[in-house]
């Protein structure tokens, strides 16, 4: 435990001074989508990598929250952080009502359940051209502000973005070491053999969907106030496969593995700008790379790998 603080002060201190020397530059707005999608490959991770349970329907969360706070801010004109909390419970209890009968799935019709739920919310956002814009998108949503100080500029969207993701990242933290965390896992492992050992399966896994979904939602509302307009190609069904990539990549059952994935798939494509029409090509060899040689993503794969290649280098030094 006392290890686990330590990282974590550790990587609070890596954020609050991530921005300095990029002195405003468009590496800070990049830093800024990555807290956004940290977020939300964190709500993911602790349904499918501690519980066990797929989603394809993320981004339905996600743009639930995103037009909420915005239909609410910028044509009701409602308080942006009373919209912000009041569309995140609205959210989690939607997902509440509909967990019970999703999670009574499992497998691949679980991952078609969600798939279509996240294919209703795309679709209603683009059909409810009258609240949501439509294709066109909604726009005039107002910024943040805690005051007269307003959360306009890049850093400041840093340091509101990140404030609420470290947040996430110390509840799921705390979360995953307690005795909720350890059902979840026995979940996981083997749903039969926990229900034996006394584990209430089925709200569990409802309890950690709806945590995920309100956690989706907070990033969502975050996302418009930061951009100011929100379109629904930005909740599609690509954006939920996006973050299943992140998780993977990064790790799945780790909190910081959720973070390593949303760091190095945001990243990628703006590093990738310079190869054009081939960007895809590189973007599918390494998801084919890490799948073959790092199943357990880059959190389990490195340090294995570095373990490896050590032994190889103490023979080498020792025949020498």
Request: proline share 3%; hydrophobic share 55%; with cysteine.
């Amino acid at each position: 435990m006392k290890s686990d603080k330590i990282k974590f002060f550790i990587f609070c201190l890596v954020v609050l001074l991530a921005p300095l020397p990029l002195s405003g530059s468009y590496l800070t707005n990049v830093l800024v989508f990555v807290g956004v999608n940290s977020m939300l490959a964190l709500g993911l991770n602790l349904l499918l990598g501690f519980a066990g349970q797929i989603s394809l329907g993320q981004a339905a969360f996600f743009g639930l929250g995103a037009y909420g706070s915005g239909v609410l801010t910028s044509t009701y004109a409602f308080n942006p952080w009373l919209a912000m909390v009041a569309v995140a419970l609205a959210v989690a209890a939607f997902a509440f009502a509909i967990g019970f009968p999703v999670l009574r799935l499992k497998g691949h019709y679980l991952a078609m359940a969600t798939l279509g739920v996240g294919v209703i919310a795309n679709i209603a956002f683009n059909e409810t051209v009258d609240l949501t814009g439509g294709p066109s998108g909604l726009s005039g949503i107002p910024n943040l502000a805690i005051g007269s100080f307003t959360f306009d500029t890049d850093l400041k969207n840093y340091y509101l973005v990140w404030g609420f993701a470290l947040v996430m990242i110390l509840l799921a933290l705390n979360l995953v070491n307690s005795r909720f965390g350890r059902g979840l896992r026995a979940i996981h492992d083997s749903e039969v053999a926990a229900r034996v050992m006394g584990v209430n399966a089925r709200l569990m896994k409802v309890q950690v969907f709806t945590l995920s979904a309100f956690i989706s939602a907070i990033a969502g509302s975050l996302y418009c106030h930061v951009m100011t307009f929100i379109s629904p190609t930005s909740f599609s069904y690509h954006t939920s496969v996006e973050l299943l990539t992140m998780i993977v990549i990064g790790g799945l059952g780790s909190v910081y593995g959720s973070i390593l994935g949303a760091l190095l798939l945001t990243m990628l494509p703006e590093i990738l700008r310079t190869f054009q029409d081939y960007d895809i090509i590189v973007y599918g060899s390494l998801l084919i790379v890490m799948t073959i040689y790092m199943p357990g993503g880059l959190v389990k794969g490195v340090p294995a790998l570095f373990r490896r290649l050590t032994p190889k280098k103490a023979k080498e030094g020792a025949n020498a």
